[in-house]
């Protein structure tokens, strides 16, 4: 039964035919442009699904041309040779030590060695032909010295296509290139027709952006360092201030419910603002000891972004998490989802990983991924390799092999979501980065798991023994001061 049939079924068993033609008369006006504020909805979108449907290509470039394989086999034209006339062809006898051709060169059609060739362009000395199988080839192709990057897919140099302060972009314009015949003929009838006004609204062909990014800017987000005397002049004791922790960080209890619950259940007269004020200053020394215990990482890994409000503004968490272990890999904190931001959270990801190591990177259709992926590709190692998970149905086999990973950063999402809500949002950048650094904190060394048989994700030998959670926070703290 067709959509249009059931909707008209649930209407007449909805309304009056008095109310019917109430509804028919009310859209023919808007079908007649005559009520400004309804309008029908738009479906540029369905009829046209590749316009303006950015995504970065898998592939990365080639540096230097593709060699292509000989096309002819100088050792089978030598026997034809010999069996059609009856005595083998005879290597070229130079004469002149000027037109012989150089030691090492070879024929790029047959591939037949330096003795079969011989130069045909005088003094020059640039063209070689070959006698075996009469082709002509250069020595030193031009265009060889000119591209910097080339198709993965077609071998065609990439020229220059724009120029920007952070990225340049490089693209293919090979009308014969096997990607830009693919994207172009899964386009439909519409798109087809559009494409002869607004071809530039449609990625069809292969395209690289080669990053400029400076060491300075790759820096992971961090907490503001505060005073390192002024962890140790609080007016309470430690035990005081990992109770703060412990409900604040550890439970997900706002700053204002953990100041009530320490001051009628405890009598410690803390206010909220005491408790935001201790979490900046305990933040820094966490977040060093975050990235010193972090250990070795898993082959797979799981990254997706949560957004989170900073005066009223969207700011993003970029997290990655081990597919085995469950910890946090890395978690920056940034107020877009550009590039930058992924290749950051990227990096801090693979940190600890062994340079031989491959890893896989499960994301979602955030083209910031795998752009930031070639990055780390070029500059860093161990090599990585991305996987799409798209939507929520698994319309490829790629998505369904890989949606448990998603998944997985999918619910760690939620459980930050969980730890932040009571925040309500954040009053400063800081204060969301100090939130965050401790509830890593938590999760990789305090929050036991039930996949993980209720252990935690980074076990540490001495917590062992402690049963209490500020005193666990107790320990964190003194041995965060040392790292």
């Given at each position: 039964m067709k959509k249009t049939t059931r909707f008209v079924i649930w209407i007449c068993s909805k309304f009056t035919r008095s109310e019917i033609e109430q509804i028919m008369q009310g859209l023919l006006e808007v079908l007649a442009n005559r009520n400004p504020e309804v309008k029908p909805k738009d479906d540029f979108k369905e009829k046209h699904p590749?316009?303006?449907?950015?995504?970065?290509?898998?592939?990365?470039?080639?540096?230097?041309?593709?060699?292509?394989?000989?096309?002819?086999?100088?050792?089978?034209?030598?026997?034809?040779y010999q069996r059609k006339k009856g005595h083998p062809l005879l290597p070229v006898n130079s004469k002149d030590l000027k037109t012989k051709a150089p030691k090492g060169s070879c024929c790029r059609v047959c591939g037949a060695p330096a003795e079969y060739l011989y130069f045909n362009d005088g003094?020059?000395?640039?063209?070689?032909?070959?006698?075996?199988?009469?082709?002509?080839s250069q020595i030193h192709p031009r265009y060889r010295n000119k591209a910097k990057y080339f198709c993965p897919h077609g071998g065609h140099s990439l020229y220059l296509w724009k120029e920007r302060k952070e990225v340049s972009i490089y693209k293919c314009d090979n009308d014969r290139c096997p990607s830009f015949l693919k994207n172009k003929g899964k386009l439909n009838f519409a798109e087809r027709l559009l494409t002869k006004v607004k071809s530039s609204q449609f990625k069809l062909r292969y395209q690289f952006r080669e990053y400029h990014f400076t060491e300075e800017q790759l820096s992971h987000s961090a907490p503001e360092e505060k005073d390192a005397s002024d962890l140790f002049?609080?007016?309470?004791?430690?035990?005081?201030?990992?109770?703060?922790?412990?409900?604040?960080?550890?439970?997900?209890?706002?700053?204002?419910?953990?100041?009530?619950i320490l001051r009628n259940v405890f009598s410690l007269p803390l206010s909220y603002q005491s408790v935001l004020n201790y979490t900046e200053m305990v933040a820094p020394y966490c977040h060093r000891f975050n990235l010193a215990y972090k250990?070795?990482?898993?082959?797979?890994?799981?990254?997706?972004?949560?957004?989170?409000?900073?005066?009223?503004?969207?700011?993003y968490v970029f997290f990655f998490i081990s597919s085995s272990s469950r910890k946090i890999t890395a978690y920056h904190i940034e107020n877009s989802r550009e590039t930058l931001p992924a290749v950051i959270a990227i990096k801090e990801a693979i940190r600890t990983a062994s340079p031989e190591q491959e890893i896989v990177l499960v994301t979602d259709g955030n083209p910031s991924?795998?752009?930031?992926?070639?990055?780390?590709?070029?500059?860093?190692?161990?090599?990585l390799?991305?996987?799409?998970?798209?939507?929520?149905?698994?319309?490829?086999?790629?998505?369904?092999?890989?949606?448990?990973?998603?998944?997985?950063?999918?619910?760690?999402?939620?459980?930050?979501?969980?730890?932040?809500?009571?925040?309500?949002?954040?009053?400063?950048?800081n204060g969301a980065i100090a939130l965050t650094t401790l509830f890593v904190t938590y999760y990789n060394f305090l929050r036991p798991h039930i996949s993980l048989n209720y252990s935690v994700p980074v076990p540490l030998e001495s917590l062992k023994g402690i049963d209490t959670l500020?005193?666990?926070?107790?320990?964190?703290?003194k041995l965060a001061t040392l790292a």
């Open positions: 590749a316009y303006r449907n950015f995504f970065v290509d898998s592939e990365p470039p080639l540096k230097v041309p593709p060699q292509e394989a000989p096309r002819l086999n100088w050792r089978e034209l030598l026997a034809n003094k020059k000395r640039s063209q070689l032909k070959c006698k075996v199988c009469s082709s002509l002049k609080i007016h309470n004791s430690l035990n005081t201030l990992c109770l703060v922790l412990t409900f604040h960080i550890s439970l997900g209890i706002s700053a204002r419910k953990t100041a009530f250990g070795e990482v898993d082959p797979i890994q799981a990254g997706d972004e949560a957004y989170i409000k900073v005066r009223g503004k969207n700011y991924y795998p752009a930031g992926i070639h990055f780390i590709n070029q500059n860093y190692e161990p090599n390799t991305h996987k799409k998970v798209l939507g929520l149905q698994n319309l490829d086999k790629e998505s369904e092999e890989f949606r448990p990973f998603k998944e997985l950063i999918e619910r760690l999402n939620r459980t930050y979501k969980f730890h932040t809500r009571a925040a309500g949002g954040f009053n400063s950048a500020q005193g666990k926070w107790a320990k964190i703290i």
